[in-house]
């Protein structure tokens, strides 16, 4: 466990917060910082998971899962928030499941240049995604247009207002407290699991 405030083991959690934790358990068991870190106060922990879930890793999503994921890993770029990062991007890269793929779409990315390995409706979320990471104050209604253009409609362009929104408030509440990933298991779908 890591992070600049105190995060509460298992074995040291009282009855709620156990609880919190068992909402908060990966597929791997475990609770990874991202949620522990609220383990002083296990409601933010619950609102958090509810939050991650709904915006991340709802059945009802219709953008392709590793783009979403894709998306995750760009917010988290522009925010220089590495926890999210190598978990998001893990995540994406096995979505894709074409390795030269997703080293094009990585490199681009962190270049701060999507259009070098993404065109047409996924380079619109990039473009997206960035504006409202970087300038929310200069989102216009022409932004959502944009994306109507390219073909995704309003229930997409809500998910990844909300994919983009989530993730611009979990990196802020990351780089805040200094969590790292020290003793998580890095990846959703990590051959750990």
Known sequence: MSAWIKMIADKDADTNL???????RTPHGTVDNVMRVHSLR??????HVVL??????????????????????????????P?????????????LGDDVRAERIEKALHA????????GPELELMKYARKLTLHPRDMQ????????????????????????????????????????????IVGYYSSDS
Not at 18 to 24: K, N, P, T
Not at 83 to 95: D, V
Request: glycine residues 8%.
């Open 141 to 184: 209604e022409a932004d959502v247009i944009d994306l109507r253009l390219a073909g995704w409609d309003d229930g997409q362009i809500l998910e990844v207002n909300q994919i983009i929104g989530y993730f611009n408030y979990v990196n802020r509440c990351l780089n805040g407290l200094g969590v790292t990933p020290a003793g998580d």
């Open 83 to 95: 926890y999210s990062l190598a978990n998001h991007w893990a995540n994406a890269k096995h979505l």
């Open 112 to 119: 701060d240049r999507p259009g070098d390995a993404l065109e």
């Open 18 to 24: 156990l609880d919190a934790f068992s909402m908060a």
């Open 42 to 47: 296990p409601n933010t922990m619950r609102g």
């Open 52 to 81: 991650y879930r709904a915006a991340l890793h709802d059945g009802d999503n219709t953008i392709e899962t590793w783009l979403q994921e894709a998306v995750s890993s760009y917010v988290s770029i522009l925010n220089n928030c």
